[in-house]
């Protein structure tokens, strides 16, 4: 596996670095991502936060300006929660443990083990989707429905020792690259995990009419009207040739992104 990752291997702008906090930027905005749309996203995200403390002073609408063309903008209010914290107990720094990682707003096994594995050459168990896909192909060819606690400590024996063990970037550069050749070429092993489900359509969404509904109360710093909100995506939903937005749903949207910290709410008015 490890020949046919370096015969695969793609040269991407997070490779090859040694700052966790940059690592960490990549892998979030690399989650449920395309690799080709996050490059100049994160580029650019690193050119306005080049460190954790820069996006601990940074405001919230900002981080989501930013954010804006990636999707799930929870990931970027998580990276914010996760660079508060770090500002405040970490003197700036990001844990450089796998645990420390852990605790963090966000950050997940695989998460936090691509952080240990890109930034600081610690290997771990690090099962991400292409990495995933490669172990389903080359192990389980006959099997459907393989969990990923079945597929975990296959992962970590082969993490764990040899070659993995001595480079763990290049061992894991080589399954994420080899796992999305899989992909592209029409295999797409991860369809036999138990965790894989088939991503809903965005248009006309809940997702969809949450991005727009964040989009639009962004734009406008000073406040927006909640009623006119709402008949501002109706009227875009009617373009799009879809029905109006039923009030009790998008009550519903905007106590969600309320709740999460997108913005506030002053009696009507919606407040980045």
Not at 107 to 135: D, K, W
Request: proline share 6%.
């Amino acid at each position: 596996m490890l020949a046919r990752g370096d015969e695969l291997y793609r040269a991407l702008p997070w490779r090859h670095i040694d700052d966790p906090y940059a690592v960490l930027v990549s892998e979030i905005m690399l989650q449920q991502t395309q690799v080709a749309r996050v490059g100049r996203f994160w580029e650019r995200f690193l050119a306005a936060f080049p460190t954790v403390d820069a996006l601990a002073a940074a405001a919230v609408p900002d981080v989501l300006e930013l954010w804006q063309g990636l999707g799930y903008n929870r990931r970027a209010l998580a990276l914010k929660r996760t660079a508060d914290q770090c500002a405040a107990e970490g003197e700036g720094r990001l844990p450089d443990t796998y645990e420390g990682l852990l605790a963090l707003p966000g950050i997940g096994p695989a998460t936090a083990a691509g952080v240990m594995a890109f930034a600081h050459q610690v290997p771990g168990v690090y099962v991400e989707t292409n990495v995933r896909a490669v172990f389903l192909h080359e192990l389980f060819p006959d099997r459907d429905g393989v969990s990923d606690r079945e597929l975990a400590p296959t992962v970590a024996a082969a993490a764990l020792c040899g070659p993995a063990a001595a480079d763990p970037r290049r061992w894991y550069y080589g399954l994420l690259d080899y796992g999305a050749h899989l992909k592209a070429t029409g295999v797409n092993p991860t369809r036999r995990s138990a965790s894989y489900s088939r991503q809903s359509a965005f248009e006309g969404s809940r997702r969809q009419k949450r991005a727009w509904i964040v989009r639009r109360v962004l734009a406008a710093p000073e406040g927006s009207e909640a009623p006119c909100v709402l008949a501002e995506l109706s009227a875009a939903e009617a373009g799009a040739g879809r029905p109006a937005v039923d009030e009790a749903l998008f009550a519903s949207i905007v106590d969600d992104l309320v709740a999460e910290g997108f913005f506030r709410r002053e009696g009507a008015l919606l407040i980045p």
